[in-house]
T-cell receptor
Framework: AQSVAQPEDQVNVAEGNPLTVKCTYS??????LFWYVQYPNRGLQFLLK??????LVKGSYGFEAEFNKSQTSFHLKKPSALVSDSALYFC??????????????FGGGTRLMVKP | NAGVTQTPKFRVLKTGQSMTLLCAQD?????MYWYRQDPGMGLRLIHY???????AKGEVPDGYNVSRLKKQNFLLGLESAAPSQTSVYFC????????????FGPGTRLTVT
């Protein structure tokens, strides 16, 4: 079984400050991890992923995430937040070794509010 | 490329009515998925397909049926709509292997009264 937890329903940050959106996961094997962003009345857009290799992955719009196997976490970060980053963010996981249909399990989502 | 498209964008049904949601993708993806999104619950997988003519149940399949007669299309049917099926429905597609991420359509907002 695979599961994802996003412990914060909402994160508030001032424009220009660093932001972190937290994600922890559980899989029986090794994980593939993903972050998606959803703007109002839109579908989900892929931001970045961890498959293998370097634990720090960089993605679209200046976002990055760090895979931490010992803490089973994959937190999303950005050094300097923009008002336009305000959106709903989803973390997702799939088990690399036990997943016939490339099925993703999503967290409940975290709303990021960046204030000017 | 249009990517993943969904028809219709909005729909209002009365309890007991039926309808079909259409998803189309032009990326030659093998796998396709139907999710529903409810506040605070993230996305939950309804059904998925790993190829033309094959479908499988996801996390919340009850009350829905699907068909994949062509590789590029994936249909989601509600035979007898219930208010509990009020939700936003998303279709997604992916390759069977690398690069693994799924690509999403714009969604269908369904209200059942």
């Amino acid at each position: 079984a695979q599961s994802v937890a996003q412990p914060e329903d909402q994160v508030n940050v001032a424009e220009g400050n660093p932001l972190t959106v937290k994600c922890t996961y559980s899989v029986s094997g090794n994980p593939y991890l993903f972050w998606y962003v959803q703007y109002p009345n839109r579908g989900l857009q892929f931001l970045l992923k961890y498959i293998t290799g370097d634990n720090l992955v960089k993605g679209s719009y200046g976002f990055e995430a760090e895979f931490n196997k010992s803490q089973t976490s994959f937190h999303l970060k950005k050094p300097s937040a923009l008002v336009s980053d305000s959106a709903l963010y989803f973390c997702a996981v799939r088990d690399r070794d036990n997943n016939a249909g490339n099925m993703l399990t999503f967290g409940g989502g975290t709303r990021l509010m960046v204030k000017p | 490329n249009a990517g993943v498209t969904q028809t219709p964008k909005f729909r209002v049904l009365k309890t007991g009515q039926s309808m079909t949601l259409l998803c189309a993708q032009d990326m030659n993806h093998e796998y396709m998925y139907w999710y529903r999104q409810d506040p605070g619950m993230g996305l939950r997988l309804i059904h998925y397909s790993v190829g033309e003519g094959t479908t499988a149940k996801g996390e919340v399949p009850d009350g829905y049926n699907v068909s994949r007669l062509k590789k590029q299309n994936f249909l989601l049917g509600l035979e007898s709509a219930a208010p509990s099926q009020t939700s936003v429905y998303f279709c997604a597609s992916s390759y069977s292997g690398v690069p693994y991420e799924q690509y999403f359509g714009p969604g269908t907002r369904l209200t059942v009264t």
